[in-house]
């Protein structure tokens, strides 16, 4: 029987599907075992935000297959999985609706002021004067998508059905694309200078890394919203808390962060409390966290990994390691 690591929590359905077929062992919970002391004896691996680098490849002489639970490829050094003859798999589309979803929710909350709203009223009586809850409606107003991928590509529509007017950058889409989806490609200078929100959709690699500076984020109207669901390292994080500080932007919402990867009791945003960036909205990474897309990437992950472990070709899989 061959044995399979999972490292997060994923559906129980999918879980008990793996169960049934494998040996199962667990990276969390109250049965957790750390991988380095199994590594001799794993045949595959399902991964979702955990980093697999290379020592840990190469110290697994039985792993034949790392299925990544999401699309995202930038936790898996996967040159060195190809180099040694291991599968890389991974789950293109399979959330793509959840996160598209929590975008909106997020500019909603955000443009809306619906947490202070509701805070202000755990701690006070229901106010007479609400200036300081003056929100922004999106009808009317450009909507900018970096990255124009599955996800980029529902956002799209979804912004449609606000009247919003849709401006794409992606240096990877053509004008057949924007033509069938109804949006502008422009340069990311432009679409930055002109949109009401920017929501990014980028893959991180070192050509992204920080591609949201402080020089461009003094590009942004005063009243826009930075929108991330995508990888936290796409935005130069200091530079965002003194531009919100100083009022240059309107407000951000995120569901990544560099405090991701962080310890400590205390969230750190851009070297400061959370508590002291204004008009700042996070959330702890639960875009693609919805039942239906957990039960969509889990048993696209779970199919994958049985494909490869029976000798044949998995329906998704890496190529080739991630553009640089």
Known sequence: MSTVYVSEPIHPQVLREIAAGADLLLGYGPTAVAYESVAYRVDAVMLRSERFPAARIVASPRLKVIARHGAGLDTVDVATALEKGIAVTYCPGGNANAVAE??????????????????????????????????????????????????????????RGFSMEVWVHDPFADAAAADEHRVRLTSLDDLLSHAGVVSLHAPLTPITRHMISAERLARMPSHALLINTARSGLIDEAALVDALSQGRIAGAALDVADAEQAGGADVRFGGRPLSDVPNLLLTPHIAGQTDQALLNVGSTAWHDIKSVLAGQAPRFPVRAAPRQ
């Open 102 to 159: 929590h975008v909106f929710a997020l500019v909603l909350a955000l443009g809306r002021r619906v947490v202070g709203a509701h805070l202000g009223l755990c701690s006070q009586p229901w106010p007479k004067a609400k200036q300081h809850l003056v929100g922004q409606e999106l009808g009317g107003r450009i909507m900018g998508i970096v990255g124009f991928g599955e996800i980029g590509k529902l956002v799209a529509r979804i912004a």
